[in-house]
């Protein structure tokens, strides 16, 4: 039994369900005897380096139950790399306050934090325990089935792209081609998500462009001539991260790094909007939900806030057990039904790691999802979106 206290942070992008982790994290730690005190790291590793902690032991359970239905990092976040220098100083903070178990809840680069923790504190002999939750909309963290946060953004990145085919629907001739931005720097996760949108067949999306599939300026404006002359109207989720059939980008670099060395690329959905424009001579309206995607609890997945606050449990039944340097992962069952197991795995096959869309979870034409995707997907919404009516339309003779 190690005894000591624990220190939890979240890092990277928020999702509906990352509060759902931490309270998982500190109701879990709350029932081992060997965990003193529990202490939430104010904006990630940034706050760790600067000794900026709360108690989190003082916080009601009242708090804890809303936690798990508000968006957000309730602890803060950071998008924070860390320096080789920083790890020394990481460990001198955790033997100051005799930090003993360490989580942090994040994407790929945060598990690469834990995971280098871990070896510093195994190189300096200091007895530590840490381990990743994970969480990330873009759903590419490695040897998980899913992760936390992927499916409340697929419920609603499917909802919003309804909606906005019901709207555009009705708009007529006045605004027929609708684009949505959807997000995914590399992996098309997310914006093949928009499928489950689908009630019947002719609904929206019409199309679905993601990062593992190029495509060209061509095919993008045929595959929406063809849709718009069978539908009348045509709904297009587009990823960020599309490429052109040569797989460079259609979004331009803004010259502009963020903190992990990752170029932020622009303007997206304004070219290929231009493309359609250039190529049929219909103007494309398109939306840009943004961090709505990542951020709108009122359409948080049960099923996903049960995972996330479950991944955040395990974490520390791993830890006490002795493992360190490892991530909770969520591993589908073999099953008829869903069902779920959470495992282990090393971070050393999960650091800086992506996980793309497979390809036979596209159509071959590239600009659809297949069955075999809605049947990994559907699940994890946590049930069907609302029922939306549709008119008979029994036209009156006319006079």
Same mark, same amino acid.
């Given at each position: 039994?190690?005894?000591?206290?624990?220190?939890?942070?979240?890092?990277?992008?928020?999702?509906? #369900?990352?509060?759902?982790?931490?309270?998982?994290?500190?109701?879990? =730690? $709350?029932?081992?005897?060997?965990?003193?005190?529990?202490?939430?790291?104010?904006?990630?590793?940034?706050?760790?380096?600067?000794?900026?902690?709360?108690?989190?032991?003082?916080?009601?359970?009242?708090?804890?139950?809303?936690?798990?239905?508000?968006?957000?990092?309730?602890?803060?976040?950071?998008? @924070?790399?860390?320096?080789?220098?920083?790890?020394?100083?990481?460990?001198?903070?955790?033997?100051?306050?005799?930090?003993? +178990?360490?989580? @942090?809840?994040?994407?790929?680069?945060?598990?690469?934090?834990?995971?280098?923790?871990?070896?510093?504190?195994?190189?300096?002999? +200091?007895?530590?325990?840490?381990?990743?939750?994970?969480?990330?909309?873009?759903?590419?963290?490695?040897?998980?089935?899913?992760?936390?946060?992927?499916?409340?953004?697929?419920?609603?990145?499917?909802?919003?792209?309804?909606?906005?085919?019901?709207?555009?629907?009705? $708009?007529?001739?006045?605004?027929?081609?609708?684009?949505?931005?959807? $997000?995914?720097?590399?992996?098309?996760?997310?914006? =093949?998500?928009?499928?489950?949108?689908?009630?019947?067949?002719?609904?929206?999306?019409?199309?679905?462009?993601?990062?593992? /599939?190029? #495509?060209?300026?061509?095919?993008?404006?045929?595959?929406?001539?063809? $849709?718009?002359?069978?539908?009348? @109207? /045509?709904?297009?989720?587009?990823?960020?991260?599309?490429?052109?059939?040569?797989?460079? &980008?259609?979004?331009?670099?803004?010259?502009?790094?963020?903190?992990?060395?990752?170029?932020?690329?622009?303007?997206?959905?304004?070219?290929?909007?231009?493309?359609?424009?250039?190529?049929?001579?219909?103007?494309?309206?398109?939306?840009?939900?943004? +961090?709505?995607?990542?951020?709108?609890?009122?359409?948080?997945?049960?099923?996903?806030?049960?995972?996330?606050?479950?991944?955040?449990?395990?974490?520390?039944?791993?830890?006490?057990?002795?493992?360190?340097?490892?991530?909770?992962?969520?591993?589908?069952?073999?099953? &008829?039904?869903?069902?779920?197991?959470?495992?282990?795995?090393?971070?050393?096959?999960?650091?800086?790691?992506?996980?793309?869309?497979?390809?036979? +979870?596209?159509?071959?034409?590239?600009?659809?999802?297949?069955?075999?995707?809605?049947?990994?997907?559907?699940?994890?919404?946590?049930?069907?979106?609302?029922? @939306?009516?549709?008119?008979?339309?029994?036209?009156?003779?006319?006079?």
């Amino acid at each position: 039994m190690l005894r000591g206290n624990l220190v939890v942070g979240q890092s990277g992008g928020p999702t509906a #369900v990352i509060n759902c982790s931490l309270v998982g994290v500190v109701r879990q =730690a $709350m029932a081992q005897p060997e965990i003193e005190g529990i202490y939430g790291m104010l904006h990630g590793i940034r706050g760790l380096l600067d000794g900026e902690f709360i108690d989190l032991r003082q916080e009601s359970e009242e708090t804890l139950e809303l936690l798990c239905q508000t968006p957000a990092s309730a602890l803060g976040t950071v998008r @924070y790399k860390v320096k080789p220098a920083d790890y020394d100083g990481i460990l001198d903070v955790f033997a100051r306050y005799n930090v003993r +178990y360490f989580f @942090y809840i994040g994407g790929n680069d945060s598990m690469d934090t834990v995971y280098q923790v871990s070896e510093a504190a195994r190189a300096r002999g +200091y007895d530590l325990r840490a381990v990743g939750v994970p969480k990330t909309i873009d759903n590419d963290l490695a040897m998980t089935d899913h992760c936390p946060g992927f499916g409340s953004a697929a419920r609603f990145v499917a909802s919003a792209i309804r909606n906005t085919g019901f709207d555009t629907e009705a $708009m007529g001739d006045s605004g027929p081609i609708k684009l949505m931005e959807v $997000m995914g720097r590399n992996a098309g996760w997310l914006t =093949a998500a928009a499928a489950l949108a689908r009630e019947a067949a002719g609904d929206p999306p019409h199309l679905i462009y993601v990062p593992e /599939c190029p #495509v060209s300026e061509e095919q993008i404006a045929a595959d929406v001539q063809a $849709m718009y002359d069978r539908y009348g @109207y /045509c709904v297009a989720a587009v990823s960020e991260g599309v490429r052109r059939e040569n797989g460079t &980008p259609y979004a331009e670099g803004s010259g502009k790094k963020d903190a992990f060395g990752h170029e932020v690329k622009e303007g997206v959905i304004e070219t290929v909007a231009e493309i359609i424009e250039k190529h049929t001579g219909m103007r494309a309206r398109f939306d840009k939900p943004a +961090y709505l995607q990542r951020s709108f609890a009122e359409l948080q997945s049960p099923v996903d806030r049960d995972e996330a606050h479950q991944a955040g449990v395990e974490a520390v039944r791993a830890a006490v057990s002795g493992q360190s340097g490892v991530m909770v992962t969520l591993v589908r069952a073999d099953s &008829p039904t869903y069902a779920l197991e959470y495992q282990i795995a090393s971070l050393a096959n999960v650091a800086n790691a992506e996980r793309m869309l497979p390809r036979e +979870y596209m159509n071959e034409a590239g600009n659809d999802v297949t069955p075999a995707f809605l049947d990994y997907a559907r699940p994890l919404i946590g049930g069907p979106l609302l029922t @939306y009516a549709r008119l008979a339309k029994n036209l009156v003779p006319k006079r």
